[in-house]
Structures are given as C-alpha cells and as structure tokens.
C-alpha cells in the first residue's frame, strides 16, 4: 500500500488493487452450498437448470466481492422465465431460487409469491391495476412467480385487461429490480410465442432457463425419492415393475414427468392399503407397511389396457 | 401558540421529531411487518385533532413482507397529495379486531397555519372555550 493510501480512513474502499479477498470464505459465508448442495440431491436431471443456478450464483457472489473493492456495476436483472414441459419441476426450483437469491443477498425476505392469471388480472375496467399491485407489493423483497405467464396475453380479444397488468409487471421489473424478482414460468411452446408478441417482456428477462423432460432412469430415480419422503420404499419385485411402468406410461398420453410419476405412486399407496386390508393375516410389521410391492403397480391400467389410470374416457 | 413556533401538526408517534427520511419510515415498517400487523395509509387536510377517521389511500395492506411495497404506496400518495396530511397506521388484528398499533404523520403541507382559539360566551356569561384549524376556513381540498 502507497503512503498516500495509507492515510485515508480503512474502510470497503480502500482495499489496494492487490489485496487479496477470499472467495472461498465468501462461498462459505453465504451458506449458498447447502442449498446448491440439497438441489443436487433432490433434484434429479435437469443439468442444465442446475449449471444455470450456479452461474447466477457465481455471478451474484463476485459481485459481492466487487462491492469490498467498490467496483460499483448496478445489480444484475435477475428476471428469469422457465420455459418447459408440465411436471419438469419449475415450481420447485423457483421455490430454491428464491432461498439463493435470499442467502445472496439479493432479495431481502426471499419468499416466494407464486400466482396465476386469475391473481393478477381483474374483471371489469379499473379492476386490474389495483389487483396487480397488490400482488407486486405482497412480492416484494422476494420472488413473484407467475405460473403459465402466457395466459396473460390473449391476443384474440383485444380489450383484454391481461395486456394492462403485463404493462404493470414490466415497469416493475424496470424500476424495482431492487424489490423483487419476477419468474415466469409455462410451456415452451406458447412462452415463446407469448414473448414474440410481448418483446418488452422478452428484453427485460435476462435468463431463460429451459426444463428438458426426464428420462426412465431419472424418473425412476424421482419416484424412489418421493417414496422415502413419504416413508415408503419398493421390494425389489416392486422396483422391477415400476421400471417397466414408467416407459410405458412415458408413451401414453396426457404425461406429465414427474407429476404423473407422483400419480402412480399415490395410486400404488391405494392399492397397497388395499392388499393389506383385504389380506388375511391381519397382523403386519412394520415393513409391510412401508413396502409397495410389485401387485400394487401391476394392478395399473397401463400395463392391461394400455391407457393412464387417470383418463376419464375409458 | 408560542409553545409551538412552526404550528406544527403534533399528532402519533414522532411528531415532535424532524420528519422522519424514507429510510427511518422503512425502518418504522419493517418492525410493523416483522409484527404481522396490518398497513394502512390515510390522508386528510382537516387537520383538528378530533378528526379521527382519515381518508383511506387505497386498501389497507395484508400479508406483507418487505417495506418497499408500502413505501412505494406512500410515495404514490405524497405525488397525489403534495399538501396534505398523510399517516400511516399499522393495525394489530391478534385480538380479534383492528387495533391501531402505530400511527405517525410522513407527509404534511408545506405551511401549516395552526389553530386559533375560540371563546364562546353561553349562559350565564360562562365561556367555552375549543380550538379552530385556520386551514378548514377555505372548502376542502383548497386548504393547504
């Protein structure tokens, strides 16, 4: 340090050009790993989401660095859209981002508002604007998330109020970008198209993160997880036979990830009960109660009829 | 009124305080938030003290978590009403009704004329005496 540094007051501002600051004991500090760890660990798939999360991260934790050195740069839009199929695990992972961002520093409360169409738009002239703020504001210090985001524009009817509370969410995301953090989230397909006719938003949205579908194996991975929350586990028969559910179900219609993996799980916690009620020896230990054998899953329409047990038509 | 040279408007919390900056009014917020209490921002230009029910400026808030969102309301109402009086009330519901919490002025016109004192002589050449806001001479709305 020159002589000249020296006499200044020691404060954030003064660290020299050469003074090194530890972005390890910042990573520490943060407490960001063990929710970056526990995605890992609950999340199954979805690489590219996850190498996202971190660049952000990343990005937010330099950046806390940068401020000790007083290399001022705005803070970084962090308005997100999740674009994927249903049951690709968005909500979940907007939930996590809220607790990143929070252990960051970048929001302040980091709770997650998540809403819908009917939340923020209105039904009569004046009805809208209001509502929309109430939203915001109860956002505030934390993530809104809007799930199926394309909903609010409807370009069919033009006197629509949709159009006014999208009008309102972007001069939010502009002016207020200290406040909160907006994620919207739908099907690939129509997002895109909802961005098309809505460049504004497009612009305002730094990242978009694509959900890719899951694979058997991931899927399968998934479903051993919601069982062990849930107490639960399969006897190897009944592991043999969720494998050859889940490419089967894969190909039916109406397949929604790991929302219909969580279906067939509930529906095999029925049939379970069920075995067991009906059972003869009426005296069972504790692992009967906690085992989803193989009947309970073959007993699923899919693998007779080939249609989901779910489908209403048949 | 000599006791209060400015004529200034004493009334809720912090009134014999300068005006409370932004960021003390966060500061104020964030305690009523961190007590689950609800937030509600009034306004009037009447300004006798038994003029107890203020004009709402808006819903009252639920459910917030950060005071940004109450600040920004705040913020509307001074841009719609630069003089006039403007409070802000955080409501504690814990006991099965609306029980106001906190109350303090964050807004308040830019000359404040004060109150008179008015003798009124009733019978018996007895006198009675109350208090009259020289702004409530001019209608509503022209006061300030």
Redesign the interface.
């Known amino acids: 340090m020159s002589m000249g540094e020296e006499s200044q007051p020691a404060g954030p501002k003064d660290l020299s050009d050469d003074t090194r600051v530890d972005l390890e004991a910042e990573f520490n500090d943060s407490h960001v790993k063990e929710v970056l760890d526990t995605l890992d660990r609950e999340l199954i798939g979805l690489r590219p989401v996850k190498t996202r999360i971190r660049e952000i991260a990343a990005l937010l934790l330099v950046d806390r660095l940068r401020r000790r050195y007083a290399l001022t740069a705005g803070a970084p839009t962090l308005h997100m859209s999740f674009t994927g199929n249903p049951g690709t695990g968005k909500t979940t992972v907007a939930l996590r981002m809220a607790e990143i961002l929070h252990r960051l520093g970048y929001v ?2 980091g ?1 997650l508002i998540a809403v819908t169409r009917d939340d923020l738009v209105g039904q009569y002239i004046g009805h809208t604007a ?1 509502k929309t703020k ?1 939203v ?3 956002a ?3 993530v809104l998330f809007v799930d199926e985001a394309y909903y609010l524009y409807k370009p069919e009817n033009e006197r629509d109020y949709g159009q006014e509370s999208i009008e309102i969410l972007l001069q939010i995301m502009e002016n ?1 970008r ?3 953090v907006v994620i919207l989230a739908g099907y690939k397909d129509k997002m895109e198209r909802f961005f098309a006719s809505n460049p504004g938003m497009r612009s305002r949205i730094a990242h978009h993160v694509d959900f890719p579908d899951y694979s058997a194996l991931e899927l399968m991975a998934i479903a051993k997880l919601m069982l062990a929350e849930q107490n639960y586990g399969f006897s190897p028969a009944g592991e043999k036979a969720f494998a050859d559910y889940i490419p089967l179900r894969m190909k039916l219609g109406h397949f929604a990830n790991a929302r219909s993996i969580r279906n067939a799980l509930d529906r095999a916690r029925l049939r379970q009960a069920n075995r067991l009620f009906a059972g003869k020896h009426r005296s069972l230990t504790k692992r009967d109660l906690m085992t989803i054998e193989a009947e309970d899953v073959l007993a699923s329409r899919v693998f007779g009829e080939g249609v989901p047990d779910t489908d209403p038509a048949h | 009124m000599m006791t209060n040279p400015g004529n200034r408007l004493t009334q809720g919390q912090f009134s014999f305080l300068p005006d409370l900056t932004d960021a003390q009014i966060t500061a104020q917020i964030k305690y009523a938030l961190k007590q689950g209490w609800a937030i509600g921002i009034e306004y009037t230009d009447d300004p006798h003290p038994r003029n107890t029910y203020w004009e709402m400026f808006g819903m009252p808030m639920f459910d917030l978590k950060d005071p940004a969102g109450i600040l920004m309301e705040i913020n509307n109402c001074r841009k719609t009403f630069p003089n006039h009086y403007v409070r802000v009330t955080a409501f504690d519901s814990s006991q099965g009704w609306e029980t106001p919490r906190m109350s303090y002025i964050v807004n308040r016109p830019k000359k404040e004329p004060g109150f008179g004192l008015v003798r009124q002589e009733v019978d018996g050449r007895q006198v009675r005496y109350t208090i009259h806001s020289y702004a409530t001479d001019s209608p509503e709305s022209e006061r300030y």
């Open positions: 302040r409360e709770h209001p109430e915001i504001k109860k505030m210090g934390g207020n200290d406040d909160l």
